[in-house]
């Protein structure tokens, strides 16, 4: 059976497509090193326009009101330039509100694209762009460690990291924070408060990575401009120990926190990258794998949301608890705990 | 039926879906059609496999292993038709459903009328309408493309204009359109559908066909107060598979198996649905339902006229994150067996969302799974309701007409931990009224029989006759209230051997007549107080000459319509725990 992965490895080679859904300008060029913050493909998002209608804003007639149109497609144009006129008696002319740019220009109509608005793909990630895609995107690749989590509040940024969880549980505190921590990634394990994601707001930091937060702060977490990241996402619990191993151990190192939102159909999920050198490292991990024997996997859902255990025997198909029959695995944890959980519940830990 | 009578041996059915991929291979055994054997695999259109061609391939090495036969030659093509030396297929058929929804763009002259016209017809596909274009919306052009612009929409429907009718205003609002696609990237422009003023055809080609790739269908809005959309729905279908193809790797290639036949699962379920009905002599309508992870579908048809609906936002996979925006979240909880936190509730959905293939492991678990199907049946039902043709059967109180049968598929269904919680799920969420057989599509298969059906119609006949879908019962659901205890219906059975039995049935209760399987009986019906059970009036009954008894037997569902759970939640543990006892589950 193919198996979806979970990535949470110490040092691997990290590549990733960062591009637009439609054509734009590439900021970047190939061999280039870049920030996790740095914009490296941009376009025009949904510009505003304005039709003008020729014939009527000079009092003439639609068939005359070619001859008044004193631009053409492509002209860039200042507030208070001319765009028509002067026509009739009272000399009548028309202006551009705003600068602009001039779309379509003929029989009676004008169109003007008003604003520059842009849309920025940022790396995501420090490293370096391997290849450009056509005039969408790129591809940037890094070493490092990388830790995939399960939510996102869809905002990017990096900083040095500080560890405030001393252990994979526990509740982040508003009073844990405070000015020496401005600018900085902060690793906490679990928030139930309101209160910390505000003042983690107002120092500001540049990224929040909790293992779990309660789901009736979704909403105030999608407010904050920094990004939030959770490792194993709403609810209560800790995080697992090797991902709080790995990033407690990274204390003092620089992160980028790509808290993208998960989308399953285009293989994007919210992760943590620890640039760190990468020699010897030459292949990024696999993104493919089926079921077998002494592979780590994760249970995705209750029971064991999250827990990290070793697939010790696949159990072809077992009758559950809820009565649904279904292929199953039976997974040994840490503790000596064996659990027999469906494979559809079961990802892959590379 | 006798070999004969059709041309092809071996089918093999293909359905690419949004969590599964499935293969099921048919072929004749003893002059009857037989299902030989099911692979399934995880459906790859998405990342990190983006072609649907992987998991058709595993799907199809489950088949191979099970019964030896080659289907795939070396060159990873379709073995089509069989050889002598018995590998490969005689005829296949596909469905589709993987992908994300296709984001549409409506346009038309009134809200209520043309626009009207082109949501019911969007909502036969997978589409989210992203975007709408009215007169009455009273917007600018440009903000009609600045809108257009910022939806980025895969498929434009344009209605509006009576045969003969407006034309100058319809031109206008497909004037915005036009811009707003000059304005995009050639290699992003939308697909338009064309159902309006058929006297624009020319005008509008003239104008937009250089902008876009453009499809004209009958106007489904004729007269103001005539609709149309059956040529219309086969045109959506046949763009459907065309934009899948542009935008999946590997549905171009599964649509040249099947020579050019796939076409999106409604579309095959709706087909069935459609040609059930016809042959209906019953004159009720047929109901199917598919309560899937991308969307549930919802077909009826009355005597030939389809009601398709695709509700992408209902589905039980992705959307379960975004659920309860078209619903309270105390609608769900009157369905549960369990004492839920309301945090919990949205945890579990959204978790849901983000591993929609993920399985139920807990009792408790499966308890909000099934909760949820209800919660998306009832909604479905009621879309549904919205887009039949008015003055259809029984109507009212947000009840269906009478149907016969019910199609029901979708994994919580098929994969419930008995028949009889599919069944009490079947009854909550549908709420059939009269007499009405339920049939479970356990395999999925029904959308591809309706694939098949544009090849060889007699194949899909055969099969459909196979019983490849699993008889469940007869539901008998008289319509009505009265006070609990109150005896609402009598029922005398004759047996085969001619024994018979007479029983009353409460008001309040679910009872189940046991019937061995095989076997039929026939039933008298004489509701009492005035209830319905659809044989010509209230209070009317009849006689059902041959009810075979199904795999749970003839379930009497006298709980009446419309039915509420116990608002109170021992109570309902207690009835729920009673119902499934009475279909034999302790």
Not at chain 2, 147 to 161: E, K, N, T, Y
Request: with cysteine; aromatic share 6%; charged share 20%.
């Amino acid at each position: 059976m193919l198996a979806p992965t979970f990535h949470m490895l110490p040092l691997t080679v990290i590549r990733r497509e960062r591009k637009l859904p439609y054509p734009g300008k590439i900021l970047v060029r190939k061999g280039q090193k870049v920030g996790a913050n740095d914009a490296v493909v941009e376009a025009k998002l949904s510009p505003k326009h304005l039709m003008l209608d020729i014939a009527v804003g000079l009092a003439v007639s639609r068939t005359q009101s070619e001859r008044f149109i004193r631009v053409k497609p492509g002209d860039r144009l200042a507030k208070g330039d001319l765009i028509a006129g002067p026509a009739g008696m009272g000399k009548r002319v028309m202006r551009a509100p705003l600068n602009c740019q001039v779309i379509l220009a003929g029989s009676d109509q004008v169109l003007l694209e008003l604003t520059d608005n842009l849309i920025q793909v940022k790396a995501g990630m420090s490293g370096e762009v391997v290849e450009l895609i056509s005039d969408c995107g790129v591809v940037i690749e890094t070493s490092g460690a990388l830790i995939q989590g399960n939510w996102g509040n869809g905002r990017v940024d990096f900083g040095v990291m500080t560890v405030l969880a001393k252990e994979a549980g526990g509740s982040l505190l508003p009073d844990q924070l405070d000015l020496s921590m401005r600018g900085a990634v902060i690793l906490g394990a679990h928030c139930d408060n309101e209160e910390t994601l505000n003042l983690a707001q107002e120092l500001p930091v540049r990224g929040l990575i909790l293992a779990s937060m309660l789901i009736s702060l979704r909403s105030v977490a999608e407010k904050m401009d920094y990004p939030i990241l959770l490792i194993e996402g709403f609810g209560s619990q800790g995080m697992s120990r090797p991902a709080f191993k790995l990033l407690a151990n990274s204390g003092r190192r620089e992160v980028s926190v790509n808290a993208q939102g998960w989308n399953a159909f285009k293989g994007v999920r919210p992760e943590i990258v620890i640039p760190l050198p990468g020699e010897g490292v030459v292949a990024p991990p696999r993104l493919v794998e089926r079921y077998s024997v002494n592979q780590q996997v994760r249970s995705v859902r209750a029971p064991h949301t999250g827990e990290i255990g070793r697939l010790i025997r696949l159990c072809g198909t077992v009758s559950f608890p809820s009565g649904i029959r279904t292929q199953a695995a039976e997974i040994q944890y840490e503790n000596g705990e064996k659990a027999v959980l469906p494979l559809e519940n079961l990802e892959v830990f590379i | 039926m006798t070999t004969g009578l059709i041309d092809t041996d071996s089918l093999l059915l293909l359905d690419v879906g949004s969590i599964s991929t499935r293969a099921l291979l048919f072929d004749q055994v003893r002059d009857r059609y037989r299902l030989l054997a099911a692979g399934s695999s995880r459906s790859t259109a998405g990342a990190p496999f983006n072609n649907v061609l992987e998991g058709i391939f595993s799907a199809l090495e489950g088949i191979q292993k099970v019964t030896g036969r080659t289907v795939l030659g070396k060159d990873q093509n379709l073995i089509k038709p069989s050889t002598e030396f018995g590998t490969g297929v005689d005829t296949c058929a596909a469905t589709i459903s993987a992908g994300p929804p296709l984001n549409a763009c409506i346009v038309g002259l009134l809200d209520d009328v043309s626009l009207n016209s082109a949501r019911k017809l969007a909502s036969t596909t997978f589409c989210n309408v992203v975007q709408t274009i009215s007169l009455n919306d009273r917007q600018r052009p440009e903000a009609h493309i600045d809108s257009f612009l910022q939806a980025h929409p895969d498929l434009v429907i344009v209605a509006g204009g009576t045969d003969g009718g407006a034309s100058q205003s319809v031109m206008k609002l497909l004037e915005s359109v036009g811009l707003a696609c000059y304005l995009m990237p050639e290699n992003q422009r939308p697909v338009m559908l064309f159902a309006g003023n058929q006297e624009l055809k020319e005008e509008v080609e003239t104008s937009l066909s250089s902008l876009l790739e453009l499809h004209f269908t009958e106007n489904i809005r004729p007269l103001l107060d005539f609709q149309q959309n059956n040529a219309a729905q086969s045109k959506l279908a046949q763009i459907y598979t065309q934009i899948r193809s542009r935008q999946l790797s590997g549905v171009m290639e599964l649509n040249s198996w099947v020579n050019g036949g796939l076409i999106p699962s409604p579309t095959g379920l709706g087909r069935v649905v459609r040609f059930l009905s016809r042959a209906n002599e019953s004159h009720k309508g047929v109901l199917g339902i598919d309560v899937g992870s991308a969307a549930v579908t919802i077909a009826s048809a009355m005597e030939g006229e389809l009601s398709l609906g695709v509700y992408p936002q209902f589905g039980m996979g992705e959307s379960t994150g975004n659920i309860l925006e078209y619903g309270n979240i105390s609608e769900l909880k009157s369905w549960l067996l369990h004492d839920f936190s309301e945090d919990q509730l949205r945890e579990y959905l959204y978790t849901k969302s983000i591993h929609p293939g993920s399985l139920p492991v807990t009792e408790a678990e499966i308890d909000i799974e099934h909760a949820l199907a209800r919660f998306v049946m009832r909604k479905a039902v009621g879309s549904l309701l919205d887009i039949m043709p008015e003055g259809v059967g029984y109507q009212g109180d947000a009840l269906l007409p009478w149907m016969e049968p019910l199609i029901a598929s979708g994994s919580v269904l098929t994969k419930a931990p008995t028949l009889a919680h599919c069944a009490l799920m079947l009854l909550d969420g549908i709420q059939p009224t009269g007499v009405t057989p339920f049939l479970l599509d356990t395999h999925h298969l029904v959308p591809g029989l309706g694939a098949a059906a544009a090849v060889n119609s007699l194949l899909a006949i055969q099969i459909l006759d196979s019983n490849s879908l699993v008889h469940l019962g007869t539901v008998i659901s008289p319509v009505g209230s009265a006070r609990p205890g109150t005896p609402i219906l009598r029922i005398k059975v004759t047996y085969e051997n001619g024994q018979e039995t007479n029983f009353d049935i409460k008001y309040g209760t679910i009872e189940v007549l046991p019937i061995p399987h095989g076997k039929s009986v026939r039933l008298h019906l004489q509701p009492l107080h005035n209830f319905d059970i659809g044989m010509g009036a209230p209070g009317r009954g009849g006689t059902l000459r041959q009810v075979a008894g199904g795999a749970l037997g003839v379930i009497i569902d006298a709980r009446g319509r419309p039915f509420q759970p116990p608002s109170d939640l021992r109570r309902r543990q207690e009835n729920y725990r009673k119902w499934l006892w009475t279909f034999g589950v302790h």
